[in-house]
């Protein structure tokens, strides 16, 4: 059972655009929320992140809104250039399962010139 | 110079063969981890460590085995490789006094015929 969910396997958005890339998730206990952006043939990297004391965070063109009613967590990129185009993953962790990351299954973001 | 290397980036072997992957950082982190990532799938964790002496599984270790040589050095064989091993497999690192992120290596990309 998948506790972190991306439910759109991809998205396509103009540059100069917003992009949102969304994410749920069902673990109650997770208090610690991160994006990862990967381009092909290299590891991913780390974007942004979020503690489940905070709503918003906020990193140059990168924030990322937290609903933890909703178990929800969103990603926007304002304004999206092309560079942006990769996979972007949602991840999550919790203090007692050692902060291991447990993590969506990624969403295809390309930003059209 | 990459602060997480892994050898080799391709291989191709065949079904029943013993692999090893291998994983080097220079980050100077105590934790290390192996993940694999499957088309149409997040991260799904193999094993990790938490120093040289401590070696944990994670969701899928079934047909792996780790070596942590090393603070530095961890590597992941496959005793008897099956064709659905073929994967993406990544190395990371994390440090416990900085929180949950973790950096990831390039990725080797194994195919096992």
């Known amino acids: 059972d998948q506790q972190v969910k991306q439910n759109s396997p991809s998205l396509s958005v103009q540059e100069g655009r917003i992009s949102i890339l969304n994410c749920d998730y069902t673990n109650s206990m997770f208090d610690y929320f991160l994006w990862y952006k990967k381009y092909p043939a290299e590891g991913p990297t780390f974007l942004i992140s979020i503690s489940s004391i905070k709503d918003k965070n906020e990193d140059g063109r990168f924030t990322v809104f937290l609903n933890k009613s909703a178990k929800h967590l969103s990603l926007h990129i304002v304004p999206s250039q092309p560079g942006d185009s990769a996979v972007y993953f949602c991840a999550a962790s919790f203090s007692g399962s050692a902060r291991q990351l447990t993590f969506g299954s990624g969403t295809q973001l390309t930003v059209l010139p | 110079d990459a602060d997480v290397t892994q050898t080799p980036r391709n291989r191709i072997t065949k079904t029943g063969k013993r692999i090893m992957l291998e994983c080097s950082q220079t980050?100077?982190?105590?934790?290390m981890y192996w993940y694999r990532q499957d088309p149409g799938l997040g991260l799904q964790l193999i094993y990790y460590?938490?120093?040289?002496?401590?070696?944990n599984k994670g969701e899928i270790s079934d047909g792996y085995s780790v070596s942590r040589q090393a603070q530095a050095k961890f590597s992941l064989s496959l005793e008897s490789a099956i064709p659905n091993q073929t994967a993406l497999y990544f190395c990371a690192t994390s440090d416990a006094l900085e929180g949950n992120e973790q950096f990831f290596g390039p990725g080797t990309r194994l195919t096992v015929l």
């Open positions: 980050k100077g982190h105590d934790r």
């Open positions: 460590s938490f120093d040289v002496k401590d070696i």
